[in-house]
């Protein structure tokens, strides 16, 4: 059985702007997601670097390397592809992020989540 829970609107999600950060108690307790747009697609992915379980952002939102190109980890300083989530570069190459599925209708943007 699969769920669709809305994220934000479409408007908040800027084109290599900062991230809207989420709760996902649905994966586990104090576990965090959030959304991008790269290229005008929106994406989003769990909120762990692939090398060690911590968050991506030290700076809440903040996700993008100062060029706005990858995706970063403010820890271990490896680069993530956003559009793929596959680290480019850093302790856990050749890696991924976990993606969530992402639907964008009607200047809303959400995500699908199996329930078990």
């Not at 670097?49 to 990858?70: K, S």
């Not at 820890?75 to 050749?94: D, L």
């Not at 969530?100 to 329930?115: A, C, F, M, P, R």
């Amino acid at each position: 059985m699969t769920h669709q829970r809305i994220i934000c609107k479409s408007e908040e999600l800027l084109e290599k702007g900062n991230g809207v950060r989420f709760d996902l108690p649905e994966i586990g307790e104090r576990m965090t997601a959030f959304a991008v747009r790269f290229n005008g697609v929106a994406y989003a992915y769990i909120n762990q670097c692939a090398h060690m379980p911590v968050e991506l952002d030290w700076n809440l939102g903040d996700f993008f390397t100062r060029e706005r190109d990858f995706l970063i980890c403010a820890t271990h300083g490896a680069y993530y592809e956003p559009h793929t989530g596959r680290c480019v570069m850093g302790p856990c190459q050749g890696k991924r992020l976990r993606p969530l599925v992402v639907n964008e209708q009607n200047g809303v943007i959400s995500i699908t989540l199996d329930k078990s």
